[in-house]
């Protein structure tokens, strides 16, 4: 009689050092004579678990504290050396020098907009040094240091829409704004701990292309806003002539970037320098000629390093006295808190996602759980100091990924060299697809330091030198950028433009999509874009956060209703790669909608709610690049031969061993099947020998 034995349970949670098929009993081999089998199955066990073996689906109350951010520091740990080393590469000039001015030219527009709205409580220094302090600390410290931390739009609105509210109170309003920051750690800490950022699953490029629209909006609308505060006389006619030259001659420079013209030291210069030099020409341009007479409002700034000076002359501290407020409003400062919590959550991790995004051939882990804590000691400390309160940028993130891209020249297999389109248009026939990105921290905590460096009086000189039409310049321009690669903008274009002139290839050309759907699609984000935008033009706009956490329920409980599977695969998808988005256990969506993310389920299985992520140790640099080249492939593109190399050198030994374990682990399989065979003829024949 054959015994019965319960089957191993096999490994861990991302446990890689060993290897147990399902149905061995551990401790005897594949040629032991002993070798007996069990047939088990269960309906509890998760989704990609070992068939045969018994594991208990984990509840959804069941928290495992810290394992998210223990988890986001196993992964990135290996690749902290390496992140300086990477350095040595020159695509990191460019994405320095691009980064500090793409970073603070429009900080120092929302500085204006503050300034004006908040009566000089936060000005040009406050600022600054916000975008330092954000710099610095995820240069240093994250698991996602190609994220751009700073003050963004949002932050902005939020920040004068509670000194709307507050100052009829007679509070003290920098008090008072330390609080929130202060509850805001607490409550980013309990979700950092309570590994929150495992939602991100649900999150796709629905309500991601919805808030990247709005900030776009809220960049469009300061521009107005600016030169609306300009008057109506010369100044203001000059300053409008201004901007729009600033935001041309910036378009211009972006387009031959992108185009066929000159040699490629020329396109790379003028697409990486392009903007920051028009700022500076048209700063000096309006010193020319009869325009000298003209008196344009510049930007206000203050003594190097020192807080902006109120009106009668006083300046504060760097440390707020957060005690000098009631009691009362130390309480009343919660329900903002938790408003603030929610947009950085979900503001930073976008940025996080989109910086992260499915056209990037990233190499090295994300850690999203351990850059949320983070967040929360940045948002405490800089309620501490005054300053707004710094988070991921939107468009800069994604922008400081694209610069530190290596590229090549790919032709397009959709297009004919002998085609009347490819001889009148030959840009189209080729594109630029990266191979590669220089993942690193050194441009990042570098342009943080020249961030630190405009703080000191020379350079503070030169700032107030700068015209406000040349601000709304900028702002226009950034509004732009973050309109043309936004996929709202490339539905309503694809809508807009004739089908018979519409690439096959394109992918919302597809027979199975109708159009109708299509237009149902945007016109759901133009409803959430619009909700959004119109509650951060009343009073109460402090609760827009609500409006854009919204949008994740929309997409999961509503949008499944109105369009099939198959529609919600073409029009939507997940954000990031299925290997950035391991550190929070997969996408969810591209789990039921494509191979790809049945693939990132896969990836993830070994987790359970409350993990950060799959793979829970034994994560290192040969291993995190073959999880890379395989699962992202189909998104990264074509890789160089020297990057092929490289990652097959450094995977080579952890793929032979892996190959070799599987194919010792079939001959068992092979040679367990056989015995079974032969013990059923043998048991046949007994059969038949006692009738």
């Not at 940045?378 to 290596?406: D, E, R």
Request: aromatic residues 12%; glycine residues 10%.
């Amino acid at each position: 009689m054959a015994s019965t034995t319960k089957p191993d349970p096999g490994p861990g949670p991302g446990d890689s050092s060993s290897f147990t098929l399902p149905g061995l009993i551990p401790g005897i081999g594949a040629g032991a004579g002993g070798l007996h089998t069990t047939n088990t199955t269960t309906d509890d066990r998760e989704p990609g678990a070992v068939p045969g073996t018994k594991q208990r689906n984990p509840k959804w109350y069941k928290i495992h504290l810290f394992r998210g951010m223990i988890n986001d520091l196993r992964r990135r740990a290996p690749y902290y050396l390496s992140d300086w080393t990477d350095a040595w590469n020159y695509r990191v000039i460019p994405a320095t020098v691009y980064m500090y001015f793409a970073n603070i030219l429009p900080a120092l527009a929302f500085s204006l907009d503050m300034f004006t709205k908040t009566d000089r409580m936060y000005g040009v220094n406050e600022v600054l040094l916000a975008s330092v302090l954000g710099a610095v600390v995820f240069s240093l410290l994250a698991c996602q240091p190609l994220v751009i931390v700073g003050v963004t739009g949002p932050i902005t609105v939020f920040n004068y829409t509670v000194y709307d509210i507050m100052e009829p109170t007679g509070t003290n309003y920098m008090a008072f704004m330390c609080w929130i920051g202060l509850w805001s750690l607490v409550f980013h800490w309990i979700l950092a701990v309570t590994n929150s950022c495992n939602w991100l699953r649900y999150v796709t490029r629905f309500p991601c292309d919805i808030f990247g629209f709005y900030v776009a909006f809220i960049y469009l609308q300061k521009g107005i806003q600016v030169l609306e505060r300009l008057g109506d006389a010369e100044p203001f006619y000059l300053s409008v002539v201004v901007a729009l030259c600033v935001f041309a001659i910036a378009y211009i420079c972006g387009e031959l970037g992108e185009s066929s013209l000159f040699n490629h030291t020329v396109r790379v210069f003028l697409k990486d320098y392009g903007t920051p030099l028009t700022a500076v020409f048209f700063t000096g341009f309006v010193h020319f000629g009869k325009m000298e007479n003209i008196h344009l409002d510049n930007l206000e700034v203050s003594k190097a390093f020192f807080p902006t000076p109120h009106e009668d002359g006083w300046i504060r501290g760097w440390f707020i006295h957060f005690w000098d407020i009631p009691v009362g409003h130390i309480f009343l400062a919660i329900p903002f808190a938790l408003l603030l919590t929610i947009l950085f959550w979900f503001d930073h991790n976008v940025s996080s996602l989109i910086a992260q995004g499915t056209e990037f051939p990233l190499r090295k882990p994300a850690g999203f759980h351990w850059d949320l804590f983070l967040l929360g000691l940045t948002t405490g400390v800089s309620g501490l100091l005054g300053i707004p309160f710094p988070n991921g940028l939107i468009p800069q993130a994604p922008f400081h990924t694209a610069s530190l891209c290596v590229t090549k020249v790919v032709t397009n297999d959709d297009t004919d060299a002998d085609s009347s389109e490819a001889k009148g248009h030959p840009a189209e026939s080729y594109e630029y697809k990266p191979v590669s990105v220089v993942e690193q921290r050194v441009s990042n905590l570098a342009q943080g330091l020249l961030t630190l460096g405009t703080m000191t009086g020379p350079l503070l000189v030169v700032l107030h030198l700068i015209p406000q039409g040349v601000l709304a310049g900028l702002f226009f321009i950034m509004g732009y950028q973050a309109l043309a690669g936004n996929g709202i903008t490339q539905k309503l274009i694809f809508l807009f433009k004739d089908s018979r002139l519409t690439s096959p290839n394109h992918p919302l050309n597809n027979k199975a999509l109708r159009r109708s759907r299509v237009w149902l699609f945007v016109i759901i984000e133009l409803i959430g874009f619009g909700a959004t935008f119109a509650i951060t033009q009343t009073v109460a706009a402090v609760g827009f956060p609500v409006f854009i956490f919204a949008l994740i329920p929309v997409r999961a409980v509503l949008l499944p209703k109105w369009l099939s599977k198959e529609e919600l695969a073409a029009l939507d998808g997940p954000t990031a790669s299925p290997f950035t988005m391991e550190s929070v256990g997969g996408s969810y969506w591209s789990a039921d909608e494509g191979e790809e993310g049945r693939e990132s389920r896969r990836s993830s299985s070994g987790g359970d709610e409350g993990s950060g992520g799959g793979v829970l140790g034994g994560y290192g640099p040969s291993s995190a690049a073959g999880k890379n080249k395989s699962k992202n492939s189909k998104v990264a593109g074509e890789k160089s031969a020297e990057e092929l190399a490289e990652l097959g050198q450094s995977s080579r030994l952890s793929v032979g061993s892996g190959r070799s374990s599987l194919r010792r682990g079939s001959t068992a399989v092979d040679e367990i099947q056989q015995g079974q065979s032969q013990g059923q003829v043998h048991r046949r024949a007994h059969h038949q020998a006692g009738r």
